[in-house]
């Protein structure tokens, strides 16, 4: 068999491969604690939490989600109950987004799980080899831009 040139090989799949890991791993957890939310829900309740009052553009650009992904995840979070809409009142069009009480105690009950699930997938690597990840994502990702 003849060996594949580095720049061919299928990158896309490993981080592909990876990211299902990571989000299984994270269902598997928030299932076991019953917390009925998603990877992506979770992103966007961990992005409120950061800063509780923020407007729509403002979660997509933090959570790397388009403004359409985050709307639906915003829908399916005011019917769980996690987070409210407050109308802007200079324009009723627009709206801030903050977590409620009980998003507040979701994120309070996941944090510290989300943080060992972290450490989990970091566990035999360090400092430089994230630093390393990074630049290498973010090189990659800026050659598609």
């Given at each position: ?58 979660l997509?650009?933090?959570s790397?989600?388009?403004k ?61 080899d ?16």
């Amino acid at each position: 068999m003849e060996k594949q040139h580095i720049e061919t090989k299928n990158f896309g799949a490993l981080i592909d491969k990876t990211i299902k890991q990571i989000k299984s791993n994270y269902q598997k957890k928030f299932k076991a604690l019953n917390i009925n939310i998603t990877t992506e829900q979770w992103m966007i309740i961990d992005c409120l939490a950061d800063k509780n009052i923020q407007n729509q553009t403002e979660l997509a650009e933090k959570s790397f989600k388009n403004k359409p992904t985050v709307s639906r995840i915003l829908n399916l979070l005011e019917k769980k109950k996690l987070i409210e809409r407050i109308p802007v009142r200079a324009d009723r069009r627009k709206f801030h987004i903050r977590l409620t009480e009980l998003g507040q105690q979701i994120h309070k009950k996941l944090l510290p799980e989300v943080e060992a699930l972290r450490r989990k997938g970091w566990n035999t690597l360090n400092d430089n080899d994230y630093f390393d990840l990074e630049r290498i994502l973010n090189v990659i990702f800026k050659n598609f831009e």
